[in-house]
Nanobody, 117 residues
Framework: QVQLVESGGGLVQAGGSLRLSCTASGRVFSINIMGWYRQAPGKQRELAATITRGDSTNYADSVKGRATISRDNAKNTVYLQMNSLKPEDTAVYYC???????????WGQGTQVTVSS
């Protein structure tokens, strides 16, 4: 089992920055890929960024150029640095971890990001 805890959300003005953190516990050595998803009010949850154990990254077009996903293996923590925030970035951001055996995705409880104009 994998447990994920997010932090770092908050209220920022447009153009500001935030760094989200996700700390994993449990079967951390079984995790193949981790990522950040977000869900805006009235919208479906969507991918923001992912990172593999080999540090291969992928970004959604909506955050590309403004977001950086990284991992600190010693702390079992994944980060999402977001710059030049826009009001449309307002959402609950969820950390995700995928393990190999069994192939089960795990989710954190989310952290709220609100960007004011």
């Amino acid at each position: 089992q994998v447990q994920l805890v997010e932090s770092g959300g908050g209220l920022v003005q447009a153009g500001g920055s935030l760094r989200l953190s996700c700390t994993a516990s449990g079967r951390v050595f079984s995790i193949n890929i981790m990522g950040w998803y977000r869900q805006a009010p009235g919208k479906q949850r969507e991918l923001a960024a992912t990172i593999t154990r080999g540090d291969s990254t992928n970004y959604a077009d909506s955050v590309k150029g403004r977001a950086t996903i990284s991992r600190d293996n010693a702390k079992n923590t994944v980060y999402l640095q977001m710059n030049s925030l826009k009001p449309e970035d307002t959402a609950v951001y969820y950390c995700n971890a995928q393990i190999a055996l069994p192939p089960i995705p795990y989710w954190g409880q989310g952290t709220q990001v609100t960007v004011s104009s």
